[in-house]
């Protein structure tokens, strides 16, 4: 089955740091970019980064640059985002998509990641 | 960053009828090398992740329904359902992959009446 699963979401203290895993089946993990969405509670729909194949190109959106870090693990076929110096704005569900390139066509259902004291 | 405006916000149609919503983008999706619109649909009912429709600004994801139909070039895009159905109550995001960073716009819910 062509899927991808999200975990690693949980409650975190402002100040700190989780890591959220994706992995990938049914497909050629190899042949596609990797991006995180995430959705603040109520709200729409944010990019947040993405990775090319074989990893030498990343992007962040600005809010969350210096503090996030996307990699890949192409031999697990597994997607990471490193989330370090939480804000309560960071507080959402984190979903795993996938593409050809920016355009994703496949989705996780997401984990989520609450941010509180 | 390019800013995507839906309108409406929400509308709410009968069952059957036609449901219209428009995205505009702040500069061209067009792109000169390959003549197409990197702009795209997606569906969203609660508890659920977005459920990719429509790519390249008209072209329906496998599975889609035909009632679901995408048009517009450069910067003003629609998405239409031509007949509504009850299970596409949902929000519905645009979404353009253009140029970084990728952007959504704020999402328009549709109801029905």
Same mark, same amino acid.
């Given at each position: 089955e062509v899927q991808l699963v999200e975990s690693g979401g949980d409650l975190v203290q402002p100040g700190g740091s989780l890591r959220l895993s994706c992995a990938a089946s049914g497909f050629t993990f190899t042949n596609n970019w990797m991006t995180w969405v995430r959705q603040a509670p109520g709200k729409g729909l944010e990019w947040v980064a993405n990775m090319n194949q074989d990893g030498s190109v990343k992007d962040y959106v600005d809010s969350v640059k210096g503090r996030f870090t996307i990699s890949r693990d192409n031999t697990k076929k597994s997607l990471y985002l490193q989330m370090n110096n939480?804000?309560?704005? %960071?507080?959402a569900v984190y979903f795993c998509a996938s593409g050809a390139?920016?355009?994703? %066509?496949l989705w996780g259902r997401g984990t989520l990641v609450t941010v509180s004291s | 960053d390019i800013v995507m405006t839906q309108s409406p916000d929400s509308l709410a149609v009968s069952l059957g009828e036609r449901a219209t919503i428009n995205c505009k983008s702040s500069q061209s999706l067009l792109s000169n090398s390959n003549n197409k619109n990197y702009l795209a649909w997606y569906q969203q009912r609660p508890g659920q992740p977005p459920k990719p429709l429509? /790519?390249?600004? /008209?072209t329906r994801e496998s599975g889609v329904p035909d009632r679901f139909s995408g048009s517009g070039s450069g910067t003003d895009f629609t998405l239409t359902i031509s007949s509504l159905q009850a299970e596409d109550a949902a929000i519905y995001y645009c979404h353009q992959y253009h140029s970084g960073p990728p952007t959504f716009g704020g999402g328009t819910k549709v109801e029905i009446k």
């Open positions: 939480l804000r309560i704005e %960071d507080t390139g920016w355009y994703c %066509d | 429509i /790519s390249w600004a /008209s």
